[in-house]
Structures are given as structure tokens and as C-alpha cells.
């Protein structure tokens, strides 16, 4: 069964607090796993693409981590601001074009 | 650079109406996804497609269907519509491979009153 779970559902934290969500995926068949923010109204858009286990990613105050053999990564956001209130969805690659989305977590940033 | 575009941008039905939401991927991109979000709902994976071929299924109701076609565009096309239908439709590109990032278009903003 290829679930992807991300947790929390939904985090709601103050401005200038960092946080951190999961995304967990099978361990096998990985080819790659994907972090994208997405707006309410707005096209989703692509954070990160990691593929080797042991990847760690940064944009700015958005940093990810990926383990691969024990099928989770970690997105981290230092410092939240309002801006960054968005669901973060993770996407697992299991083939070369068979990807599979987490539900996402939706973050709130309160002034 | 061209993106992916998504038509129409609103559609406006009535229950039990059908409706068909169109996907234009960014050239030579071979893979195309449809994504639904309603209203406060966290955005639901509905179908994939590869090379002309549906390559994952995730929640799509039975009376959705979707093809990608020859120039690799795709359709999604859904049935008997339900208010509980109305959402956000989202297709995403991508040319495939391990390091290559989903594009996503504006979306179909679809109404069933």
C-alpha cells in the first residue's frame, strides 16, 4: 500500500516561533521526494526535490531533511512568519512518473 | 517561458450537468496530475497520467474520468456533477525523472449550484 502521511493535519503557531511537520513514505521503491507550498487560491510551488538519502535542502528560513531508508523527512520553517500560513504538501516518486501526495499539513502564522 | 495552462479558468454547472476541465502541459512535459481542493479542504489527489497512459489513481469518483491525449494534453471529465463537487481542479506538469519539480497551473474554479 503506498501511503503518504504527513503529520500534523494542521499546526497553528505565533509569528517568530520555527516549527517542523513529517512527511513519511515506503521505504522502498524511492526515487525521490518532493515539498511544495501551496496557497489558498494560489498554484502550488516547488520547495524541494530530494533524492538521496541524507539530502538536506534549504530556501531561505525553509530548510528539509530526507532518511530514505526509514521513509521520512522533515520540512523545518525557522522563524515563521504570516507569510508562510500555506499547506505544505510532500510528493513520493516511487517510480520514474508515479507520484503519490500526502494529504499535507496546513500552517497557520498568527501575528 | 510557457506554463501550464488550465481551461476554463471558472465554470459555473448545475447538478447532474457534466463538465469538462481542460490541461495544457508545458511543452515536452510527458506527465500531467489532477489535484482537487474544496472549499477548507486539504487538496486531494484524483489521477496521473504518463506517455498517454493513466500511470496512479488516487480519489477520483466513479464518475470522473480523465485520458491524456496525443499532444499530451489532458481532460478530465466528470458526470452526474454534486454540489459536494465544487472545488479548486489543479493539473500539474512535469517532464518525469528524479530531480524534475510538478508545475502546477492556475486551476478550474468549478461551481455546482
Known amino acids: 500500500i503506498l501511503n503518504v502521511e504527513q503529520s500534523p493535519q494542521s499546526l497553528h503557531v505565533q509569528e517568530g516561533d520555527s516549527t517542523n511537520f513529517t512527511c513519511s513514505f515506503p521505504s522502498s521503491n524511492f526515487y525521490a521526494l518532493h515539498w511544495y507550498r501551496w496557497e489558498t487560491a494560489k498554484s502550488p510551488e516547488a520547495l524541494f526535490v530530494m533524492t538521496l538519502n541524507g539530502d538536506e535542502k534549504k530556501k531561505g528560513r525553509i530548510s528539509a531533511t530526507l532518511n530514505t531508508k526509514e521513509g521520512y523527512s522533515y520540512l523545518y520553517i525557522k522563524g515563521s512568519q504570516p507569510e508562510d500560513s500555506a499547506t505544505y504538501l510532500c510528493a513520493f516518486l516511487y517510480n520514474n512518473n508515479d507520484m503519490r501526495f500526502g494529504a499535507g499539513t496546513r500552517l497557520t502564522v498568527k501575528p | ?113
Open chain 2, 1 to 113: 517561458a510557457a506554463g501550464v495552462i488550465q481551461s476554463p479558468r471558472h465554470l459555473i454547472k448545475e447538478k447532474r450537468e457534466t463538465a469538462t476541465l481542460k490541461c495544457y502541459p508545458i511543452p515536452r512535459h510527458d506527465t500531467v496530475y489532477w489535484y482537487q481542493q474544496g472549499p477548507g479542504q486539504d487538496p486531494q489527489f484524483l489521477i496521473s497520467f504518463y506517455e498517454k497512459m493513466q500511470s496512479d489513481k488516487g480519489s477520483i469518483p466513479d464518475r470522473f474520468s480523465a485520458q491524456q491525449f496525443s499532444d499530451y494534453h489532458s481532460e478530465l471529465n466528470m458526470s452526474s456533477l454534486e454540489l459536494g463537487d465544487s472545488a479548486l481542479y489543479f493539473c500539474a506538469s512535469s517532464s518525469g525523472g528524479l530531480n524534475e519539480k510538478l508545475f502546477f497551473g492556475s486551476g478550474t474554479q468549478l461551481s455546482v449550484l
